[in-house]
């Protein structure tokens, strides 16, 4: 169970699809960062509705996330995941055009669906075909997916808004940075044609015989034999499993409990209040709007860079010690950050301070809580599960969203204290870490199960 077979180009294809929905997952949800402040002068928006305008793609998340896992459990995680696809081409095309805000609205929330359903999906698919000893650093690539379309779609925004003056872009540069979503949306489209469906999933559904097929071709024959027995194994009687209720039985309460906390503290450590507002962050510090969309560009390649660091210690250092490592230096980061905005400090130490925060959040709490999430639950739950923990961490991304302006604008706030409450939220995680996460490196899905009971 334990060895590590040979990768396979079924493996390939099957990471390449994850990696692909995760891109559109980031670059879906930081497209909004370059689009907003042109959004805000074109519908002539107020604090209230730039918040609405940077969470609304956040509000189709929420039911996205919540549907997938019953979905995935009816139909197969490679079915709806050919769903996400067409609603992020979908979308892209309807961002670009409306003619109202209520029409902007409603294709971000369609957009929303896809990208609520595709980063439940993603890191289940990944890892219910991935060999235990490589399941970490695959199942990183649905995050180097995330931070590479976010790094891209920052890149992308600075690149359009440096096409014409705020005239062009207040009435079309925002409408080409959101088209722009369409070709990766088809890139995905072609990609599943050629990947196979989960085998946990096709066991539960009945199909041994096309689960064993794919085993095969992921890891040869001996890897088949040794996971389809465990598979099965841990199945049991599927006339009776899978309900969602049984995610709230006593042997199931602490990995509940470590997947709803990761991911609300993934988010309420602030990471989108940079990655949707950096422009807006740069400029409250003084530095100009050009200046404002480099900088954000610089935050996305650190994101990037740091998720190698992630993808090269997981299945090494393992997941715990690289938590209780990135939450301390967020701590710290986001302290240094509140304590420059006090100071009426900006420019290049500023910039450090969050590059620091970033690249200690690409390395732990970026990645880990979905490659967890998508571990610590046995396949007859699993889809619910990650639903429940996926549809905790767009609930939190909600709130910061739509709540930042709104702090950070407030003159009995404004971003040092801001700063400062996601840095308690990190050190709070931080304890949370210590006391209640287990490590679940090189160990097989149905094992963690197991250890749980």
Not at 44 to 59: D, F, T
Not at 179 to 207: D, I, N, Q, T
Not at 244 to 251: D, I, K, M, T, Y
Request: glycine share 10%; aromatic share 12%.
């Amino acid at each position: 169970m334990n060895s590590t077979p040979k990768t396979s180009s079924t493996l390939v294809l099957v990471t390449l699809v994850a990696a692909t929905g995760g891109f559109l997952f980031g670059y879906d949800t930081a497209v909004i960062n370059g689009a907003n402040q042109y959004l805000k002068a074109h519908f002539q928006l107020n604090s209230v509705q730039e918040g609405i305008a940077g969470a609304s793609a956040i509000l189709g998340c929420i039911p996205g996330a919540m549907c997938a896992g019953f979905l995935s459990d009816r139909f197969g995680r490679r079915s709806v995941l050919f769903l996400c696809a067409i609603l992020y081409a979908a979308s892209g095309v309807l961002s670009a055009i409306p003619a109202t805000f209520t029409q902007f609205l409603i294709a971000r929330f369609i957009s929303g669906l896809g990208i609520g359903a595709s980063s439940m999906i993603c890191p289940v698919y990944i890892a219910e075909l991935a060999p235990a000893a490589r399941r970490g650093l695959l199942g990183s690539l649905f995050q180097l997916g995330i931070v590479l379309g976010i790094f891209l779609t920052l890149f992308i925004n600075a690149r359009i808004q440096a096409l014409g003056d705020d005239t062009w872009n207040t009435s079309q540069g925002w409408r080409w940075m959101l088209a722009a979503e369409v070709l990766p949306a088809l890139v995905l489209v072609a990609l599943l044609f050629f990947v196979p469906e989960s085998p946990r999933w096709l066991v539960g559904a009945g199909h041994s015989d096309r689960a064993r097929s794919i085993l095969e071709r992921v890891g040869g024959a001996s890897h088949a034999q040794l996971e389809l027995a465990a598979i099965q194994q841990g199945l049991g009687d599927t006339a009776d499993t899978g309900r969602f209720s049984e995610l709230f039985q006593p042997r199931y309460r602490r990995p509940l409990v470590v997947a709803i906390v990761l991911m609300a503290v993934s988010q309420f450590s602030g990471i989108n209040a940079i990655m949707y507002y950096s422009t807006k962050i740069f400029a409250t510090a003084g530095v100009g709007v050009q200046d404002s969309f480099q900088s954000s560009v610089i935050v996305g390649l650190v994101n990037v860079l740091f998720t190698f660091v992630a993808m090269a210690f997981v299945d090494r250092a393992g997941r715990r010690l690289l938590l209780l490592i990135g939450l301390a230096i967020q701590v710290l980061a986001l302290g240094a950050v509140g304590a420059m905005f006090r100071a009426g400090a900006g420019g290049q130490p500023l910039l450090l301070a969050i590059l620091a925060f970033i690249g200690a959040f690409a390395m732990a709490l970026g990645p880990i809580p979905w490659i967890l999430s998508s571990e610590i639950f046995p396949t007859r739950v699993r889809g619910r599960a990650m639903s429940l923990a996926t549809f905790t961490i767009w609930s939190a991304c909600y709130v910061v969203a739509q709540t930042f302006p709104m702090l950070n604008d407030n003159p009995a706030i404004g971003p040092a204290l801001t700063f400062w409450i996601y840095g308690a939220c990190s050190l709070a995680g931080w304890f949370f870490v210590f006391w209640m996460v287990p490590e679940t490196k090189g160990r097989a899905l149905e094992e963690i199960e197991r250890a749980w009971t």
